[in-house]
Nanobody
């Protein structure tokens, strides 16, 4: 059974930081590209950050470049999203996503991030 379990969300003040974690099980993690998506109320789910299977290449949405960093630990089967200089518009449910071409893709259940004073 494949599971992606996010953690680390919560309430933070503007300009604060949070680190999200996603623990994977049931997949050969090192073969999967990993992504973080987010969805704010009333809006479509959007891609925030992506990292290739070996961790060599990363990509970010323009709105988070320079503030967020995605990383992974293939030995621990973990992917992380370090979020700095948070803004109220970063408030959303953040989802972990695993993708392997011609094999499958999986979603986590999401973790709420609220940026508010």
């Amino acid at each position: 059974q494949v599971q992606l379990v996010e953690s680390g969300g919560g309430l933070v003040q503007p300009r604060g930081s949070l680190r999200l974690s996603c623990a994977a099980s049931g997949i050969t993690f090192r073969y999967y590209d990993m992504r973080w998506y987010r969805q704010a109320p009333g809006l479509e789910r959007e891609l925030v950050a992506a990292i290739t299977s070996a961790g060599v290449s990363t990509n970010y949405a323009d709105s988070v470049k320079g503030r967020f960093t995605i990383s992974r630990d293939n030995d621990k089967k973990m992917v992380y999203l370090q979020m700095n200089s948070l803004k109220p518009e970063d408030t959303a449910v953040y989802y972990c996503y695993a993708f392997r071409n011609r094999v499958g893709n999986y979603w986590g259940q999401g973790t709420q991030v609220t940026v508010s004073s």
